[in-house]
């Protein structure tokens, strides 16, 4: 009988560490990035002042302006977001996959003494390891694919001792990890329409120069309320454009899917 394997964890989840350096630069990495616009734009208010040049009194189309802006960002945001949650889940849908395979496997190999379990479950780190590599390091998507295809040789090894009813369901687990991989590509090459993104810019575009323009008596009551309005706006606007793609990992994007779950998986395996 082969030599006995160290147990897999099922049910793996991210560290507590991980988890609040995830949650620290979700607060504060888009904050820190829209800061120095908002102090650009607190310099160009304050030089407008300066020169008089602020003619625009706040009305209700100004008002009706900055009520559009803040409706639509809301409405995308919430799409945007649900989206997101959806895609938190595909991670842990493949390490379900892997575990589910790994059971089999080694329960056929306490069944048959003469079953090799190690060579299965090399195959599935392999398989986990090459979707780590394709959403972190930018590698090739058929490496996937070619990772999945090399378990059909060892899931033949098992049909002699099991029969072919185990081994079905190991090819069903194997489809399902090669249907989420190619969800998990469309989502990551696949953004908002453009003319979302030019209509969330005009929107933003317009709404600085209104909150420029604007005059009214008191400019520091003015310089406050208009800087924090353009820091939200912008600030969410940045935010939908990360969780437009949460299989990012460019360094440039705050929001990601956290892998650690796939990455504990693979060390496991």
């Given at each position: ?111 048959d003494p003469n ?45 002699s001792g099991a ?68 820091t939200s706006l ?36």
């Open positions: 009988m082969p030599e006995d394997l160290p147990p897999v964890s099922n049910f793996t989840v991210p560290s507590k560490a991980t988890l609040v350096n995830s949650s620290k630069l979700l607060q504060w990495g888009i904050f820190f990035q829209v800061l120095p616009l908002a102090g650009l734009f607190i310099l160009v208010k304050a030089a407008i002042h300066w020169l008089g040049w602020e003619v625009w009194d706040f009305d209700s189309l100004t008002a009706s302006l900055l009520s559009a802006a803040t409706f639509a960002i809301a409405i995308l945001l919430s799409n945007t977001l649900a989206d997101y949650r959806n895609s938190e889940g595909l991670p842990m849908q493949i390490v379900n996959c892997l575990e589910t395979i790994t059971d089999t496997n080694r329960t056929i190999a306490a069944a079953y090799d379990p190690r060579p299965l479950q090399q195959a599935l780190k392999q398989v986990s390891q090459s979707i780590l590599d394709w959403l972190q390091q930018d590698g090739e998507f058929q490496s996937i694919s070619q990772a999945l295809d090399k378990l059909n040789p060892l899931f033949a090894l098992m049909i029969g072919l009813t185990p081994v079905n369901r190991l090819h069903g687990e194997q489809a399902r990890i090669r249907s989420i991989s190619y969800q998990m590509q469309n989502i990551r090459d696949t953004d908002f329409l453009p003319p979302i993104y030019v209509l969330l810019w005009l929107f933003l575009g317009s709404s600085s120069v209104s909150l420029l323009l604007i005059h009214v008596n008191h400019f520091s009551e003015d310089l406050t309320v208009s800087s924090l309005i353009f912008f600030y969410l606007l940045l935010l939908i454009r990360d969780l437009d793609n949460p299989f990012q990992y460019n360094g440039k994007s705050y929001v990601d899917v956290n892998l650690a779950i796939l990455e504990n998986c693979r060390d496991a395996l």
